[in-house]
């Protein structure tokens, strides 16, 4: 289809580049040309369309024809929002049809350049949907010439085959695609899944993987290596993402692939540990808010949590408990999972742990406690066959209900012993006795040998995490509380949460934590210190993402804070670490304990009783407040161009004063000329900030519309998607009318509104952007002409690997508010050896 678009009167056509104006030349506003009027009188451009678009200021115009979705902007002058409607005289309404004979708007051009403003008039096109232009007109025309014709494919409204549906892509699909691109291709990851907030992927050879691009998605917070284990931080809809992966290839087989790049054993450990403990993470999440359900209704007497015969109250029990008692058997099949074995099997072995035939009546006293005989110790919590005494402690041949251990462990021992038995067992009999065999072989030792040696190692973790946290005015949580978030950072703090809730999961009697309500202090430090940054930020695109972390941190899941907030700005991850450690301090001090896992959060007090909840209220405000207090204070919005410089100074003079050099190096002024250069462009970079401040409120504005856009299309495609095997006439007449909605339905007139105010706002502020950039360039001239002035006289190994610390500090603004990332400076380890050995060999 092909959509002309005509001269609105007598004047002159150019090519849009030749305008270099640094918006229409480059085609931020679409493609199109600029025209030159030679009259006052503007006519409509199309010849059959309507005005759906006039701005405040009179200016600039936008029109749009029933078969072409995106819109015509005709713009009159550059710099003509300078006159606040002045020499525009509209004829027309928004709405209003128009054909070649309607007047749209009378211009005074001489009051335009009486002003000094250029009459050029940029007629281009607006929107979202694919078209390219051809037959473009230069020279001069006549009122009703055509400018430039506009092809475009007309969409058919009456029906949407599913070729068409597919058109439609959620953000999820686009980054999954985008993320199997960038790690190197499905062939390259052995397995794909996630916890709460992080994309988890098992990577065959690091190499392949873009980590740079993987990071410009935008719902990327953050990437993190654990092993060969790629961590994609995202938040809470990680999930979404794995689904989508999944489903685009349920089928991959990556075992013919092999790993080229190994990391240091401890690395590729501890990403296995993290791999098997964190799809349990839901589960565990889930249980323990049915717990705490459970805990509330007991508490308000809504149940009878001691009368198994009402039904009700059975009921409920069974919800809140299953899930944490049997937990084991999750570890024992994701362990299977992991390897490559068959979960069913894993399944089988984590029920053979945690049977409920291990529970019998027996003998309590510890005198009475013999080889084989079935003992209940309540001084350990331990019921089981006796086998023998490690002090006091009774071993026995137990259910490892709530443990966690025994099933990774079994998990890694039955997967290998049924690949070596494959390796020589006849298959005519393999399907029959196979499985059989790898049972005994793994369940028999784990019962007898491995199990209670590995229920020892939970017991002295307890007793070691016991002897931190009863440490005098609750130190000891206070340390918990400040170290827990860079755990987080590592993707190790599964590990430790779960060893720390061994004797809650199973239901240990007595068992309680001092501890653990120190983590959600951490959390709420984390929190306050967010709040503080989302307070004192003028950068709206950050101030929507410390918005949109809010809800999960609250829930306990801080992952999206750290990695896109706190982190990022440093001295708020700090000041969450020590407010957290003000608040486990204060928990610590007043004695409030954890009784029960529940949820994270807002939903924590449920696992406390009596005057704890308060404590722990009154622990989680102080990190809260303090967390906001200290990060108002110490919070900065960017570096401080000149303490930055000042500081790569000392660096870069440190680095050549260590050569000792014989003759007197006067480098000490030229440095200081340097930091001078920074301290005379405070102005420069500081109206460069206010101008990006506003500059970020527009594009806020934007990415809100988009998304509304995004939300409308995905729940329209939906609605059409269950009616696309439907055949009754009612079905197919509400199909075709939501077909239609969804065909029309854009929000590109408010989005180009957006674009075109904030390069209106560009514009306007151009002389600011210029003394900015020419600031820019004179520093880092003055920067290279320094430093290589220094390199040249005495040929000093790697100086001019400095100049990056510099640049940093001049774009100290530009870092701040996304547009530019932190460089590197100074030298490497190799290099460090290098000039190492130079200054050895003594500088000539």
Known sequence: MYLKVFAPCDGSVEELSKLNDGVFSEGFLGKGIVFYPKNNNFYSILDCGNVVQIFDTKHAYFFQNSNFKNQILMHMGLDTVKLKGKPFDTKVVEGEEVDLNKLVVNVDLELIKKNEISIATPITISGDYEYDITNLKSGDVKKGDVLFEVCYEEKDEKALNNDDLKLYKSKYLIAAEYFIKNIGGKQNYKDVYNCMTRLRFSIIDKEKVDIKQIEKNKLVKGVVWNGLELQIIIGGECYKVKDEIINMDKNINNKSAKTKLKPPFSKRALGVITAIMAPNVPIILASGILSAIYALF?????????????????????????????????????????????????????????????????????????????????????????????????????????????????????????????????????????????????????????????SLVEIGVAKAIGFVENWPIGIGVAIFAFIIQPLVLMGVHVAVYVTLQAQLLAGVPGAESLILPGGQAA??????????????????????????????????????????????????????CVSGAFGGLVMGILGAKLKRLVGDGILYPMGLDGLDQLYFVIGSLVSLGSGILLSMLFYRERIMEYKYAKKISNKLKKHIFSLNFKQNIDVKSELEFINKEYLNSKKELANYEKYLQYVTKIENKLLKVEQKEDNFKKNMYKKISRLENKNDTKSIEKKEGLVKVYNNYSLAEIKTKLVFDKQE??????????????????????????????????????????????????????????????????MNKEEKNIFKEYKNKGAK
């Open 298 to 454: 007991a508490a308000t007497n809504v149940i009878n949590a001691n009368d198994d015969s009402n039904m009700f109250s059975t009921i409920m029990k069974i919800l809140s408990k299953t899930g944490l008692v049997l937990v084991g058997v999750f570890f024992c099949m994701n362990t299977v999972k992991y390897l490559g074995g068959n979960i069913l099997l894993g399944a089988l072995l984590g029920l053979l742990l945690v049977s409920r035939f291990y529970f019998q009546a027996g003998v309590s006293d510890p005198n009475l406690y013999k080889f084989g005989t079935y003992v209940i110790d309540k001084n350990y919590g331990v019921s089981g066959w006796f086998l023998f005494n490690i002090g006091n402690f009774p071993v026995t041949v137990r259910s490892y209900e709530g443990s966690i251990l025994p099933f990774i462990l079994i998990g890694f021992l039955s997967t290998y012993v049924d690949k070596w038995i494959k390796t020589w067992m006849p298959t005519t009999v393999d399907v029959v006795f196979r499985y059989p065999l790898v049972i005994l072989i793994t369940i028999l030792p784990t019962l007898f040998i491995l199990g209670p040696l590995l």
């Open 523 to 576: 959390v709420w430090g984390q929190i306050g210190a967010a709040i503080g940054v989302l307070i004192m930020t003028k950068n709206w695109n950050f101030k929507t993402i410390i918005i949109g972390t809010l809800p999960s941190a609250t829930f306990g899941i801080t992952e999206t804070i750290l990695y896109s907030v706190n982190i990022p700005k440093g001295r708020p991850f700090l000041v969450g």
């Open 761 to 826: 706002y560009t514009k306007n502020n151009k002389q600011i952007i210029d003394a900015y950039n020419e600031k820019i360039k004179s520093v880092e001239n003055i920067v290279s002409q320094k430093i290589n002035e220094i390199d040249n006289k005495f040929n000093i190994p790697y100086i001019n690997n400095f100049k990056n610390g510099y640049w940093n500090a001049i774009h100290s603004v530009d870092i701040s508010y996304g547009y530019e990332d932190t460089r590197l400076y100074g």
